[in-house]
């Protein structure tokens, strides 16, 4: 007979121990710890392996075809841009995001904008019937568009091997499963299984695979990481559910650049493209209020400009309040440093409270520039001039660094009518090199 044994496996990681702990030692998690019942076999152990996914003959390099110009378009063009000018077949695609976000939307929509593509799309969490009145609000009136009720990874695979779809859709990962494992779909043990069968199928069988895949309470996806290593392209769909705009973002992309933003609007009859996102996210700029700043910043190969508000107002307990929405609070306390140390503004004895605009998160450091100069507007209660936005680095010692893509940036700003640019560059005549020059520019 097989031996029983008793192993706990955390249920955020997928970290093995033989004893249960009340936090994992990979994570650092709480109370992840799940008991498990395994039998020890005396075979060579479960593969995972379907029929019909047989290995290849190795193959010499000049003898391989590649499939790079036979790419075809989603026909959603924030889409194809993140992807990389659209899908090469055989990749194997996960698509992440938190629940009513709109993957299943924009997944939907492919089948809208691509009437002749024939796409096999396996629902794990809707009826065929409630996707039938999502498409009919979309728009969607297809005859390639296959629904399939259906999450054991098998027959999934096998009805994809007869049909040989343009585009199989899986939604989603953790509800898949496989019946030679024990534990519960969305387990770690089945979705890296699964993840791994559906790997074999696009590589082997050259059928383009999109996953859907849940995330974490953190925001990154389930799976654990392990599922991103398995899949050509990661893409996050971002979005703050308090306003209509969505972010679709490629984490990672090995046909294409990384860090690709793509923008959308979500409305009644689905994710609607937005063309110059930078206006979306100034439009409500106004004039002649203290503490408000444009900054120009890059998301991938696009420059955006994003409104800064900074509120700098007298404290009234002994610790001062550092509140930061959409920017990092440790990078919000270093530029109150430099402020303070290099440029002589107080901040000790006020609270400072710092908001990006529309939800949008800044990351990038192109956008220290205009934070310093609207948490000093907001200081002094004077205006930044208008019609001026800033680009740069802040450094410590309060010098104005150069930054990447400066040309692409200083054009979308004049494009949508900044005449005035505050940003470094020894080959620009009216660039700064120091904070101060930068505030005192900008407060005129």
């Known amino acids: ?36 019942t395994i039998s020890k076999k005396s075979g060579s152990g479960h593969k995972a392996k379907v029929e019909g996914l047989e290995s290849s003959a ?3 390099l000049q003898d391989v075809e590649t499939s790079e110009k036979s790419r075809f378009k989603s026909n959603i063009s924030e889409l194809d841009r993140v992807l990389g000018g659209g899908f090469l077949p055989g990749s194997y695609v996960l698509i992440g995001g938190e629940p009513g976000v709109g993957k299943s939307t924009l997944t939907l929509q492919i089948a809208k904008a691509n009437p002749d593509l024939t796409i096999l799309y396996c629902a794990g969490e809707e009826s065929a019937g409630q ?50 494992l024990s534990s519960m779909p969305g387990s770690i043990q089945q979705v890296k299984e699964c993840a791994a069968l559906f790997q074999q199928l696009a590589k082997k069988k050259n059928i383009t695979t999109l996953v859907i895949g849940h995330v974490t309470k953190e925001g990154d996806i389930a799976g654990p990481r392990v599922l991103e290593h398995m899949v050509d392209t990661v893409l996050q769909f971002e979005g703050d559910k308090q306003y209509t705009y969505r972010l679709l973002r490629s984490l990672k992309n090995r046909f294409g650049a990384a860090q690709e933003v793509g923008v959308f609007e979500m409305k ?14 100034i439009s409500d700029k106004t004039a002649g209020i203290s503490g408000n700043a444009v900054v120009c910043t890059m ?19 002994g610790s001062p309040q550092r509140t930061a929405n959409g920017f990092d609070r440790n990078r919000l306390a270093l530029l109150l440093a430099v402020l303070e140390k290099r440029v002589g503004k107080s901040f000790s004895n006020h609270d400072v409270y710092l908001n990006i605009a529309g939800g949008f998160k800044l990351n990038d ?22 019609q001026m936005a800033f ?3 802040v450094g410590l010692g309060g010098e104005v660094r150069t930054v990447p893509h400066l040309e692409q940036r200083e054009k979308e700003a004049k494009k949508l009518g900044y005449k005035e640019l505050v940003m470094p560059g020894s080959k620009n005549k009216n660039g700064i090199r120091y904070l101060h020059e930068a505030i005192k520019k900008a407060l005129g």
């Open 365 to 386: 450091p192109a956008g220290d520039l205009g934070v310093c100069c609207a948490l000093v507007s907001s200081l002094t209660d004077e205006p930044i001039t208008s």
């Open 58 to 60: 190795p193959k010499k």
């Open 299 to 317: 998301e991938g190969t696009r420059p955006l400009l994003i409104e800064v508000q900074a509120l700098v107002t007298p404290s009234s307990y």
């Open 1 to 36: 007979m097989a031996k029983v044994k008793t192993q706990y496996e955390c249920s955020n990681c997928g970290y093995i121990s033989p004893k249960w702990n009340g936090s994992c030692p990979s994570c650092g998690e709480w109370n992840t710890f799940i008991e498990k």
């Open 131 to 180: 996707i039938k009145q999502r498409a009919a609000r979309l728009g969607v009136e297809s005859d390639k568009l296959l629904i399939y009720n259906e999450t054991q990874v098998d027959s999934i695979i096998a009805e994809a091997q007869k049909m040989q779809p343009d585009l199989l859709i899986v939604d989603s990962i953790q509800t898949v499963y496989r019946t030679e």
């Open 268 to 281: 009644s009859d689905g994710l609607i493209e937005v063309s110059n996102p930078s206006e979306l996210f």
């Open 391 to 393: 680009i740069g680095e």
